[in-house]
């Protein structure tokens, strides 16, 4: 049974900065793609960044590009979302996610393993 378990959200006003992290175990890391999803009330599930396998490859989703960064730590086995400028829009609920399997565009894998999530709030 694999365990993700996001931590690091919290609140912040905006055009602050947060970094959330999720620790998975390291064999995760190395075989499965990882992403960030969020969801705020009554709004759909949104992926925000996803990783590949050692970094092999990185996507941010348009709405927080140039903002939010994703980053796989093998030192510490965590996939860190990094965010910058955070606006009252980024507010949500963040889960942290695997997908298994050899996948280069990790936006479009089917994600089955979901952390429990850990709240952001960016107040204006």
């Known amino acids: 049974h694999v365990q993700l378990v996001e931590s690091g959200g919290g609140s912040v006003q905006a055009g602050g900065s947060l970094k959330v992290s999720c620790a998975a175990p390291g064999w995760v890391l190395s075989a499965y793609c990882m992403a960030w999803f969020r969801q705020a009330p009554g709004k759909e599930r949104e992926g925000v960044a996803f990783v590949r396998v050692r970094n092999t490859r990185r996507y941010v989703a348009a709405s927080v590009k140039g903002r939010f960064t994703v980053n796989q730590d093998t030192s510490k086995n965590t996939v860190d979302l990094q965010m910058n400028s955070l606006k009252p829009d980024d507010t949500g609920m963040y889960y942290c996610?695997?997908?298994?399997?050899?996948?280069?565009?990790?936006?479009?894998?089917?994600?089955?393993?979901w952390g429990q999530g850990t709240q952001v709030t960016v107040s204006s």
């Open positions: 996610a695997a997908a298994a399997g050899d996948i280069w565009h990790c936006e479009v894998a089917e994600y089955t393993v």
